[in-house]
């Protein structure tokens, strides 16, 4: 199995993470057509599963990674594979618990989640749709922790391919399963939404399936059979792993919360100011699930660069190369700010259009929830990666000041804003967004001074690169501005927003990428090797 660079690690899963992600931003379409009403179900129970799932999977695969890295850094190979032993063993504990929590107390989070709403989705159908879902935590862990294993070997192409794999199963299920339920056999909506949520299952399971396979073929390359590192022991291994893993499950759950708490406070808080069930529920499903799955190829950028990243900086940090640190960190945020902000900003200005081609015409909430979700995903994005070279450089207190700090604004905000929209007559569906913004601001910034003052970290180039792109956005925005005067669009047809929203993607993206072209970023991110590679295969071809 070939190991990867940096670059080709981040670019290799970034590809693969995007094909999922623009595949889970597809099937949506005819998915919410399908269970209408029942998206909401829907949006309930995958945001508590998101929650429990990332209790589970977060913490040990990318501990696993982290420490199979470091002991192969330091070349005790044999504790490595003990290591991935002991965190399967560990993990097997802590799926059946996660699982058995879920099942059993599944009507409690839905009374927890639904409060004193009435008139839209029942305690009842919440619990069921939970229950349904919860079984995903028994096979979806072991999964997440072999793609760690590989990983951490900076073997991505394996793990990457996984995710497609995984993908295809799940919606294929979703999108048979639910058209089945509904179309032929006519069961109730709440029953084809309990299917269409077990395709999570099955997806991981076949997933789970070629990786294995994958690392069976391969035992030779991964496996060692030299002696016993007398000087690790497994309660070391044991501790090292629930060390690491703490950190990183904390992090995922305090970003995972940031939904359930936004939809908790959005569902009273629009409730007390007199909004009806019916878009009350509309307006919380849409900016926890709906909009951000149409967000989540700017969020896939984050995830790709993570899984290379944090490899990376461990071995620098292990090997106290400081500098190396400094330059993949301040790399990982110039490719964020190069490509997550144009993106953030097109869809923000096309959201009316976009929104029509997922879910079709809807009212006024829509297009102003999608273009406010899509900006603070680019702010979601940098919270990702600072918080990331945070645990792979052990600064566990600095992960959970910044994180708690950014949550706890996130959550008084969020209220705050709310009523305060509300008296001045502003959208109140904004309110909720819009404190999600500071928070993850406030959490970034809090990470990148702390870190520029302990290890002296700078980010003078990622300024300039800052600084270089507000020309180039703002002849996008200009351009894509004028072209929605011109060319005409009928939001009643899928099909005509399409092109309308190709067409203009097309000519914004173009001016912005020659921009940065001539004026040398693109060079500077991808860096000379890679950035000549890329236009000797462009020429060629």
């Known amino acids: 199995m070939k190991k990867s660079s940096f670059m080709e690690g981040t670019i290799i899963a970034t590809i693969a993470i995007i094909v999922v992600k623009i595949m889970g931003m597809l099937y949506v379409i005819p998915f919410y057509a399908m269970i209408g009403s ?25 501990a696993i990674s982290k420490i199979i890295n470091e002991y192969n850094t330091l070349g005790k190979i044999e504790a490595k594979q003990r290591a991935y032993k002991i965190g399967k063993q560990i993990l097997g504990i802590a799926s059946i618990s996660i699982f058995a929590i879920l099942f059993i107390f599944a009507p409690q989070i839905g009374k927890l989640l639904l409060g004193n709403l009435t008139g839209g989705t029942t305690y009842d159908e919440v619990a069921l749709a939970i229950r349904t879902v919860s079984f995903s935590i028994l096979i979806v862990p072991f999964l997440s922790i072999s793609k760690g294993y590989l990983q951490g070997h900076n073997i991505i192409g394996v793990s990457s391919t996984s995710q497609v794999i995984e993908q295809v199963v799940r919606i294929t299920i979703i999108l048979i399963g639910s058209l089945l339920a509904i179309k032929v056999f006519k069961i109730p909506i709440t029953y084809a939404v309990c299917i269409a949520l077990s395709g999570a299952f099955f997806g991981a399971l076949v997933s789970f399936i070629y990786v294995k396979v994958k690392i069976h073929k391969h035992k030779k390359e991964l496996v060692s059979n030299e002696e016993v590192n007398t000087d690790i022991s497994n309660k070391d291994i044991r501790k090292k792993i629930i060390n ?18 936004d939809m908790v406070v959005i569902l009273r808080t629009l409730n007390y100011i007199g909004l009806s069930a019916s878009d009350t529920e509309f307006i919380v499903s849409s900016i926890t699930t709906w909009c951000p799955k149409i967000s989540t190829i700017i969020s896939s950028i984050a995830t790709g660069m993570t899984i290379s990243l944090i490899p990376t900086i461990v071995n620098a940090f292990t090997l106290k190369d400081f500098h190396k640190v400094n330059q993949k960190l301040n790399q990982a945020l110039q490719m964020i700010i190069l490509v997550s902000i144009p993106m953030s900003i097109g869809i923000a200005l096309l959201s009316k259009p976009v929104w029509n081609i997922f879910y079709g015409p809807s009212n006024d909430y829509a297009p102003m929830i999608l273009s406010i979700v899509a900006l603070s995903t680019f702010l979601g994005n940098l919270f990702t990666i600072t918080t990331s070279t945070l645990q792979s450089l052990n600064k566990y207190k600095l992960v959970y000041k910044s994180a708690i700090l950014g949550l706890f604004t996130n959550i008084c905000l969020d209220v705050l804003i709310i009523l305060l929209f509300n008296q001045i007559g502003f959208p109140v569906c904004l ?23 302990e290890h002296g970290l700078e980010y003078q180039n990622t300024l300039k690169l800052s600084k270089s792109l507000f020309l180039p956005l703002i002849s996008m925005i200009a351009v894509v501005m004028l072209f929605k005067i011109i060319i005409p669009v009928n939001y009643g ?6 092109i309308y929203t190709v067409i203009i993607s097309i000519i914004g993206a173009s001016i912005y990428l020659f921009m940065n072209y001539k004026n040398g970023n693109l060079e500077k991110v991808l860096g000379q090797e890679l950035f000549q590679k890329f236009f000797k295969k462009l020429k060629r071809s």
């Open 38 to 62: 029942g998206s909401t179900l829907y949006a309930y129970a995958y945001n508590i599963y998101s929650i429990f799932l990332d209790i589970s999977t977060a913490g040990l695969p990318i």
């Open 431 to 453: 309110g909720a967004s819009i404190a999600s913004m500071i928070g993850y601001s406030i959490s970034s910034m809090y990470a990148l001074k702390s870190l520029k003052k």
């Open 493 to 498: 047809s899928r099909l005509s927003c399409i």
């Open 244 to 261: 690491y893993a703490s950190a990183f499950i904390i992090i995922s759950v305090i970003v995972n919360l940031y939904n359930f708490c």
